[in-house]
């Protein structure tokens, strides 16, 4: 193992846990063989990106992980900035990347589309001039912008990813791309990614047999967890899911959970996860808890809790043979408890929806009801 720490570490270290290295970018340039694992000293902060494309083997996989007792170990895609202009109108033009998304103690700020258009708890990028504006005065707090695409993205297999914090990233919280067999994230915290908090996407071929559990997905502008394109028997077990679908600029058709793409996704098994609050406060088809759609087929949802989402809880649209059986599903604020869509020549046939438990869905949309099927397919 080698350790990292983000204090009292130093690169030239051997990075033993007596001498442990001090950044991510040192990790990035070593070559890591099966077996070998990383480990990040808890209560420590890296405001860089992980980047993994060497894998492990069966039974040794590369894994990277926390140490010692303290908070988990946070991976930020945020930088903070300190230099503004002093007086209104307030703005700062020291950054490397345009951001995506400004926070201002920890807090989301929303983006404007002008200058004149700020104000109170929004900011607005000025690409022609390369500055951040923001309209309430930021001395005295906490300011951070985006800078880094992902968190932690990963493209080889056999990779284990434990127990850490990843938060604000410019795009994606962790990205797990092609190569990426048996991918293993377990236990991390991903918050307030600009767009999906985990995403899996491959441009071919298929990448498989991966888990995403036990992990808190919160606060992402898109999907909590979005496996699309070419991602086959993958399970998503145990994880709470919650107040994503956040950013209304890039969340149409967007879910705590969801599984989307062709007839290339398939078999995923969705288990004892809890869903809520996804979407709340967005317009209609923004929010769903557990989202099927586009031809994906054989997929397994079973054992969660699904409740307090913006549109449908669960929804399985234009895909066949999948099974949605014993969650417990309630209070969706726009849409149905589970439903099932097809459309002309896209069918949803073969779907089975056996022993739930649906209650309390008072939704306002035409498409409502505990139970829908609906659609001409």
Sequence with gaps: TYYVDSVNGSDSNPGTIAQPWRTIAKVNATSLSPGQSVA???????REQLTVWGGGSAGNPITFTSYGSGPAPIISEADAFSSWNSSPPYYTNYYTTAPNQVFRNSVRLNQVSSQSSLVTGTWWLDTADSRIYVYDNPSGNTMEASQRTYGVQLGGSYITVNGLAITKANNEGIGIFTGSNYA??????????YSNGIAVWSATPSISYGVIQGNTVRYSGANGIELSQDATYWTIQNNTVHDNSAIPANNAYTAGIDITGNSTVSNITVRYNEVYSNGLGQPTNIGFGIHVDLLSLNNLIEYNTVYGNNDCN????ISENNRISYNVVYGSIQGCGIGVRGASGTPASGNVVYNNTIYGNPATQTWAGGLLAFGDG
Excluded at 314 to 317: A, N
């Design 184 to 193: 293993n994230v377990a236990n991390c915290d991903i918050s307030y990614s």
């Design 40 to 46: 990040f000293k808890a209560g420590g902060t890296w």
């Design 314 to 317: 669960i929804l399985v649209e």
